[in-house]
């Protein structure tokens, strides 16, 4: 009787249990057992296709001892060594086959599992001895060679939590600020755990640092790192990255020439460091974090200070310590669109030192604090010699990628729907005319018109993009004074326009569903109507004209 | 290998067939990631609104998930009608007979409550074999290394590498359609149904189609009610809503110019539907989808290298005259898929699984039910021209006529027989011709008033509002000749309507006028009618974008 009688079992069990039965015998009495039962088909497959699996192994056992190499192919050989682990067994394989067909791979395939077989009996057990990759390897032309600061540094002093506030538009980012509140709150918690006084640094760079001095300190900082210079108005990572690690590095060990003794910095780097997780942020964190010769997690949404027990053997030395390490960065980044979390730590080696530890944060993961412009910090204006090479990447253009027309602040929204669709032209220019008849007005469009095939004259064609489009999917705008010349007045553009004071409608069709939420209906064609309103705005007499026509 | 992120199996698309062959593989302890663009499972996901279990298939839904009836599923059916409309007249027939040929049970389901349940538990199988469920990540294609599927690509992740790739990923598939098994050209081989679901407090249901709270109703349509479009309707009733719904063959939306919601609101006026509508109608949604027409557009080798497809995006949806069944042949080839993949790995090789699939569809009889051979001799006869002509004038002819009459007793049994079904050409004669017929001669008048006003498309379109992101379907030609049947094929778009997805215009340029088409996807319900009918590079929303269904 075997072990498993498939009559028991769906097709979709067995599958998995089958594959645990190497004996044959057993197999066909399976089979046996299948036939005088229910007889299923695919069962039976299954189960002869195991046996001739089985069988097959059982003609393939090789005696890698005795076995002729010159009958086997290469994979043949490969798969044969994989299974011995006697060193003395694969040296006479090995030996065999250099007499015979003496086959590259076939020998290679031989090396490498002497290799492996060999290497883990000299490892098990006892302490990694620390060997320079480039010792260990010096067949290697080892990239690691021409980074100047890899294995620069052991057991050296790091202090503070250092933020790069990156700015925008003459603005300091959210982010910025956000990574500046958090900070803050580490810190302030990191000094009462380890009884330190630790400080957070913000970091400025670029042509107006120096305005972004008291809003860093209203957000949080101890001590404003600045350097400005008018070649920083642009983001390019090579200066910036040399900025930063400069700064970094100053009245430390490896401080640049000028900055060996500065009276803000006694230490030799960063104990941490925080970047955004935005474009240049994350292209500056790599940067930096690599010439610091550290590592970086990015993208984190999360940040804690906390001790940490490591038992990895690179990391304690001795295979099988458990060490604790403390004051460790716990970064946590989401994986897999947040599915699962992973925490980054990043902690020093025996013969090398990870530090400072490192993130990038992604926007919006931490609180804007409230800021206290009553803080007062420290300020250092960085200066340092700026090399031209670094700045051989011009930018030559630019473009702002914002809200462009903002529709929000007028006193008169014009908006102009697929009613202007018996000639777009004249009515995009008819509605710009009513809107230069006001005296703070701007041009808004329907959703219809801006995803329309309208062939629109080149002078206005400039009007007709996304950024004029109100409802929904565009602006919502509340202007005193809201006409909507030709929309239909689909709910998501009721949206954009419902808190307009005054609403007034042009429609051909007065039973339109813009005539829910409209003050005054006009019944009428567009290219009759708005110009007749231009007039009556010119001369002052809107009210009355509408008031006239509303139906 | 290029280092990609491994999992045994990646399961495109978390609803019946997805969920079946991630919940079976995930019990052979394959570890299973089953990837869902939508915010939920359930939210992309539209169907007419019955699940069945027949008692012939190897899996069944409530097999694969127990409580699924008790947890999600609306009503069982319990009594089926078809209404042969003409006019005013309508003779109804019961095929409660058909209904419960090899049916062990058939519920009404509302797709968003029955597909999240289904992802909760697939989350919590696959998840114990190291996998999981992901929504809101939106599978573009297949990865490809020398030519060969290995995986999938994503627009949210990093490209990820399996053993397997389960296809479930709906009739659009973008994974059937890398792989070159599907694409959307002809429009003959598609249906498209559009659903309104109505509210209606559960006491009410009960009385007005004098049924038990533990029972259901199902009913089928047709008839003249659709302008001599080839389809019909149904009604299912849910716990507490209706679902009404019309399914056309989309080369006769197409040809006919028809607008999908006039036809349906065609069925929602008819007098017929008074008795069970009343007075107040509240639609809570509007939704559309394209069916395959499995008799044409099933897959017969459902798989390519490491790809097997299942369910809509294998064109496994049986749809023969009154007999619409397409959520359980997914469950049974997802299940089956899985289990391919589990012999084949048991095999020692895990890349043969799609062939052991192709196998098992055919050992199980699942794919003789959706390409049966009775309607590939005789069913196509019917639809060649001429043909198809003679019998119209034959049913309509006097001779042709008293047939019917006589025959009333014969024709009963004919929609009761499956064999008979099976053969249904898609030409007019069934679907128009012979329902009008029927009804004009065996018909009783119907004199209920319906009071029923349907929601104008704009008021349906407002009601879906959602965030659909950057547009993901390209007009690429906008001409009028090209593309200009979608502006009356889509459900969401309408001659004069504009509002909608697509609009004609004319537009002046450079002296002459030109016949245009525009596009706004904001609106899209991502039924796909116009990747077929119109002229377009057609892509689903980025995950968790798009169309979001509460009802489904």
């Not at chain 2, 939508?38 to 409530?62: H, M, Q």
């Not at chain 2, 997802?334 to 289990?339: K, N, S």
């Not at chain 2, 000749?481 to 009356?488: L, P, R």
Request: hydrophobic share 35%; proline share 4%; glycine share 10%.
């Amino acid at each position: 009787m075997p072990a498993i009688d498939p009559t028991e079992y769906e097709i979709a069990e067995l599958g998995p249990k089958i594959t645990d039965v190497d004996d044959a015998d057993e197999l066909h009495e399976m089979l046996e057992l299948e036939e005088a039962g229910e007889d299923r088909a695919p069962v039976k497959t299954l189960i002869e296709d195991r046996i001739e699996k089985v069988e097959a192994e059982d003609d393939g056992e090789l005696d890698p001892e005795t076995v002729d190499l010159t009958e086997m192919t290469v994979a043949d050989i490969a798969n044969m060594v994989r299974g011995v682990d006697d060193a003395d067994v694969l040296r006479d394989v090995l030996e065999r086959e250099r007499e015979g067909k003496e086959r590259k791979s076939a020998i290679a395939q031989i090396e490498n599992r002497i290799d492996s077989v060999e290497g883990s009996e000299e490892q098990a057990g006892e302490d990694v001895e620390y060997v320079p990759p480039e010792e260990k390897y010096p067949e290697l032309d080892h990239p690691t060679n021409d980074k100047r600061w890899v294995e620069g540094t052991v057991g050296a002093e790091y202090r503070d939590m250092w933020v790069y506030c990156e700015t925008q538009a003459g603005e300091l980012v959210d982010v910025s600020k956000e990574m500046l509140g958090k900070a803050r709150d580490l810190m302030d918690q990191y000094n009462a755990d380890y009884d330190a006084e630790e400080r957070v640094v913000a970091v400025l760079v670029g042509a107006d640092a120096s305005d972004h001095v008291e809003d860093a300190t209203a957000y949080g900082a101890d001590l404003v790192v600045y350097m400005e210079d008018d070649r920083l108005e642009r983001f390019r990572h090579t200066p910036y990255t040399e900025i930063v690690t400069d700064m970094s590095r100053a009245g430390g060990e490896l401080a640049s020439e000028g900055h060996a003794d500065v009276d803000w910095k006694d230490y030799h780097e960063p104990r941490y460091t925080i970047f955004p997780a935005t474009n240049n942020g994350r292209d500056l964190s790599a940067l930096v974090q690599g010439a610091l010769d550290s590592g970086l997690a990015s993208d984190c949404s999360g940040l804690y200070i906390e001790e940490a027990m490591i038992s990895n053997p690179a990391k304690v030395g001795n295979a099988g310590d458990n060490k604790e390490f403390e004051r460790v960065l716990h970064m946590k980044r989401p994986d897999f669109s947040g599915f699962e979390y992973s925490t980054i730590l990043c902690i020093d080696k025996p013969n090398r030192d990870f530090h400072p530890q490192g993130a990038s944060v992604i926007p919006g993961s931490f609180e804007i604090p409230d800021p206290d412009y009553d803080r007062e910090a420290a300020v250092v204006e960085y200066e340092m010699d700026l090399e031209e090479e670094w700045f051989e990447v011009e930018v030559t253009e630019f473009d702002r990628l914002s809200g462009g027309v903002d529709l929000t602040g007028n006193d008169v929204v014009v908006a102009v729907g697929r009613g202007i669709g018996d000639d777009p032209t004249t009515g995009i220019e008819l509605a710009l005319d009513l809107v230069d008849a006001f005296e703070d007005a701007d041009l808004g469009l329907s959703r219809g018109v801006i995803t329309s095939s309208y062939a629109f004259d080149s002078h206005v064609e400039q009007y007709v993009t996304e950024a004029r489009q109100i409802g929904e999917s565009g602006q919502v705008v509340e202007p005193d004074i809201y006409i909507a010349a030709g929309i239909s007045g689909a709910i998501q553009h009721k949206v954009g326009c419902d808190e307009a004071d005054t609403i007034i409608a042009v429609n051909t069709d007065p039973e339109a569903d813009i005539r829910d939420f409209s003050d005054y209906v006009i019944e009428g064609d567009l290219f009759e109507v708005l110009p007749r309103l231009t007039e009556a705005v010119e001369k002052g007499e809107l009210a009355a004209a509408v008031e006239a026509s509303d139906d | 290998m290029t280092d990609h992120e491994h999992y045994e199996a990646v399961v495109v698309g978390c609803g019946p067939g997805g969920a079946a062959a991630a919940a079976n593989l995930a019990r052979n302890g394959v570890e299973t990631l089953v990837l869902e663009r939508g915010v939920d499972a359930g939210s992309k996901n539209v169907s007419g609104g019955l699940i069945y279990a027949e008692e012939s298939a190897p899996y069944t839904i409530d097999g694969l998930f127990p409580e699924f009836r008790e947890e999600a599923t609306e009503r069982p059916v319990t009594e089926n009608y078809i209404h042969n409309v003409a006019g005013d007249t309508v003779k109804t027939f019961d095929i409660g007979d058909l209904h419960h040929h090899d049916t062990a049970w058939a519920d009404s389901v509302l797709r968003r409550r029955m597909d999240s349940w289904l992802a909760d538990r697939v989350h919590e199988l696959t998840h114990e074999t190291g996998g999981g469920l992901l929504t809101e990540v939106h599978v573009t294609g297949l990865l490809r290394e020398k030519g060969e599927i290995v995986g999938v690509t994503c627009e949210e992740l990093d490209p990820i590498a399996a053993d397997i790739v389960v296809a479930a990923d709906g009739v659009n598939s973008e994974l059937a359609r890398d792989a070159g098994l599907m694409d959307w050209e002809d429009p003959d081989e598609w249906f498209q149904g559009v659903k309104a679901v109505a509210e209606m407090d559960p006491d009410t249901i009960d009385e007005r189609f004098d049924i038990d709270d533990d029972e259901g109703e199902a009913h089928l349509f047709s008839g003249d009610l659709f302008d001599g479009v080839r389809g019909g309707g149904f009604l299912y009733t849910n716990e507490a809503s209706l679902s009404i719904g019309t399914v056309f063959h989309l080369d006769s939306i197409a040809e006919e110019r028809a607008e999908p919601q006039e036809l349906l609101d065609g069925l929602l006026t008819h007098p017929l539907m008074a008795q069970w509508l009343g007075e107040d109608y509240h639609e809570l949604e509007y939704s559309a989808k394209l069916v395959p027409d499995s008799k044409k557009a099933a897959l017969t080798a459902p798989h390519e290298d490491r790809l097997v497809v299942v369910g809509d995006a294998a064109g496994q949806m049986q749809a023969q005259g009154p007999i619409i069944k397409g959520m359980n042949h997914a469950v049974t080839a997802g299940a089956l898929a899985a289990e391919a993949f589990a012999d084949a790995r048991s095999r020692g090789d895990p890349h043969r699984a799609g062939e052991f699939y192709e196998q098992k569809l055919h050992d199980e009889g699942v794919m003789d039910k959706l390409r049966p051979t009775s309607y590939s001799v005789v069913g196509k006869l019917g639809e060649i021209g001429p043909i198809d002509g003679v019998a119209n004038a034959v049913a309509e002819s006097a001779v042709g006529r008293f047939g019917v009459r006589a025959a009333e007793g014969l024709v009963e049994r004919a929609y009761n027989s499956p064999m008979l079904v099976s053969m249904i050409p898609d030409t007019k004669l069934p679907y128009v011709t012979l329902p009008t017929v029927i009804g004009e001669e065996l018909g009783e008048v119907v004199t209920d008033e319906n009071h029923v006003q349907p929601p104008e498309l704009d008021d349906r379109i407002g009601d879906l509002t959602y965030d659909v992101g950057d547009p993901h379907i390209e007009l690429v030609d906008n001409s009028f000749e090209a593309s200009g049947t979608a502006v009356t094929a889509c459900p969401v778009s309408a001659t004069d309507f504009g509002g909608g997805c697509y609009r004609d215009e004319m537009v002046q340029t450079n002296g002459h006028e030109e016949h245009l088409v525009s596009l706004d996807t904001q609106p899209c319900v991502e039924c796909g009618t116009c990747a077929v009918v119109a002229d377009t590079e057609w892509e689903h929303p980025a995950g968790g974008k798009g169309v979001e269904f509460e009802q489904g």
